[in-house]
């Protein structure tokens, strides 16, 4: 198998996804790709089962195996929130300038020992006539008191990684897919490509 269908409209997954998948030879197609495809609603409690239906919804309207990523921000202080809800967690139109402004906001006063977060992914793979499988994976950090760096995406700019002394938005595109949770959870499902696959192809 050469290509991989991911079902996603968000071009900052696309990129690391392309950049992943780069390495193991497979090309990857998004939702991009196909914009008449509508959204699917996100009505899941968790992120497996956010991956799951958006997964499942994709591969049944083209026939073919695909995977997707329902990922956020997990903050110890405010209880999980915004969790499964962090793409939307200031509004529909999911803003990642106003959503990283009330997440500061909602932080106003806790001391960094108390900012411990996590990036969370989940990934499943939905292909015709088999189970689908899904994977997990984190990232662990803490929510820096003002943005920095220009690189990534979403809440990157205040994710702060202890070790590197750096955010995620300051790590180059190589550095973020040596340790993401996405690079994680997928490294996780290349242990278990075959049997997921069942004959479909290997992903190397
Ligand atoms: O590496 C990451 N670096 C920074 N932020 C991140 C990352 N990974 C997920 N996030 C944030 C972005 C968004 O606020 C939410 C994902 O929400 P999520 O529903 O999975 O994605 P989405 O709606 O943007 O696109 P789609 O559902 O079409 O895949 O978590
Ligand atoms: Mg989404």
Same mark, same amino acid.
Not at 51 to 69: M, N, Q, T, W, Y
């Given at each position: 198998m050469n290509k991989i269908v991911i079902a996603t409209k968000n071009a900052g997954k696309v990129r690391e996804f392309a950049a992943l998948f780069a390495k193991r030879g497979i090309d990857v197609k998004s939702l991009l790709d196909f914009p008449d495809v509508p959204d699917v609603e996100e009505t899941g409690s968790t992120f497996a089962? /956010? *991956?799951?239906? +958006?997964? =499942? #919804? !994709?591969?049944?309207?083209? %026939?073919?195996?695909? !995977? #997707?990523?329902?990922?956020g921000l997990v903050v110890d202080a405010l209880g999980g929130r915004p969790g499964v809800y962090? #793409?939307?967690? #200031?509004g529909e139109d999911k803003n990642d300038a106003r959503n990283i402004a009330k997440l500061l906001h909602e932080l106003e006063g806790v001391p960094?020992? $108390?900012r411990t977060a996590r990036f969370h992914c989940a990934l499943a793979v939905a292909i015709p006539g088999r189970p689908t499988a899904v994977v997990e994976a984190a990232c662990e950090g803490? !929510?820096?008191?003002?943005?920095?760096? =220009? %690189?990534?995406?979403?809440?990157?700019?205040?994710?702060?990684?202890?070790?590197?002394? +750096?955010?995620?938005?300051?790590?180059?595109?190589?550095? +973020? /897919?040596?340790?993401?949770?996405?690079?994680? *959870?997928?490294?996780?499902?290349?242990? $278990?490509?075959?049997? !997921?696959m069942g004959g479909e192809g290997r992903m190397e």
């Open positions: 089962e /956010n *991956a799951r239906l +958006k997964a =499942e #919804a !994709i591969s049944h309207r083209f %026939g073919c195996p695909v !995977i #997707a990523d329902d990922s962090s #793409a939307r967690y #200031a960094m020992e $108390q803490y !929510i820096a008191e003002a943005p920095r760096g =220009e %690189g990534g995406f979403g809440y990157d700019p205040v994710f702060y990684l202890p070790e590197k002394g +750096k955010t995620m938005a300051e790590l180059t595109p190589e550095e +973020k /897919n040596e340790i993401s949770h996405r690079a994680k *959870a997928l490294a996780k499902l290349d242990e $278990q490509w075959d049997d !997921i």
